[in-house]
Each structure stands twice: as structure tokens, then as C-alpha cells.
Nanobody, 120 residues
Framework: QVQLVESGGGLVQPGGSLRLSCAAS????????MGWYRQAAGKQRELVAVITNGGGTNYADSVKGRFTISRDNAKITVYLQMNSLKPEDTAVYYC??????????????WGQGTLVTVSS
């Protein structure tokens, strides 16, 4: 089984920055997609940014130009650099993993979430 450990959330003022980290461990063989979703109070969970095994990225329109996703393949870790944060970025951010194990079984795993609060 794959486990995801998230870190980096916290309280930041508008215009500030945070960096989220998500480290995957366990029965990992190959990942297809890793990234971040978020869910604000009273809202549906939405995609923030993902990165594929080939290095391609996809961002929500609301974060383009402000957030950057990157990866460390050696550690199977993804990062989300969040700049120019806005109050509307306030949400619980969830790391996401999709891949296969050594037996080619599909794996889809969510992290426990880390709270990001953007407020003066």
C-alpha cells in the first residue's frame, strides 16, 4: 500500500508564500500522476496542480502563474510552491497519487490533508 505524508500548511498573509510537500512511501512501483487537490469549506474538492510521470503539468486556471508543482523522483515526492496567495486559496490541500504496483495493479491514494489559511 502507498502512503502519502503531507507537510507545509499553515497560516499566511495575503500575498505571502507557502511550500507544500508530499512524500510517497510503501509499495510503489511506478507513478502516473501526483499532485494536489484542495477543498474549501462548503465547496467541492478541486484540482490544483498535478504532474505526470513524464513531467507534464496541469494547473487550475485560478492558480496559473502563482503556483508551481515540481517533483523529486528519487524520493517520490512532489512539491507545490504557492506564491501570491489569496484568501480564496484557503482550503485543506490534499496530496494525490495514482500509479501501479509491481503487479500492475492500479493504486489511487489520498493524503490526509494539510490546512492552508490565507488571512490578514
Amino acid at each position: 500500500q502507498v502512503q502519502l505524508v503531507e507537510s507545509g500548511g499553515g497560516l499566511v498573509q495575503p500575498g505571502g508564500s507557502l511550500r507544500l510537500s508530499c512524500a510517497a512511501s510503501g509499495s510503489i512501483f511506478r507513478f502516473f500522476v501526483m499532485g494536489w487537490y484542495r477543498q474549501a469549506a462548503g465547496k467541492q474538492r478541486e484540482l490544483v496542480a498535478v504532474i505526470t510521470n513524464g513531467g507534464g503539468t496541469n494547473y487550475a486556471d485560478s492558480v496559473k502563474g502563482r503556483f508551481t508543482i515540481s517533483r523529486d523522483n528519487a524520493k517520490i515526492t512532489v512539491y507545490l510552491q504557492m506564491n501570491s496567495l489569496k484568501p480564496e486559496d484557503t482550503a485543506v490541500y490534499y496530496c494525490y497519487y495514482r500509479g501501479v504496483d509491481a503487479s500492475n495493479r492500479n493504486l489511487e491514494v489520498w493524503g490526509q490533508g494539510t490546512l492552508v489559511t490565507v488571512s490578514s
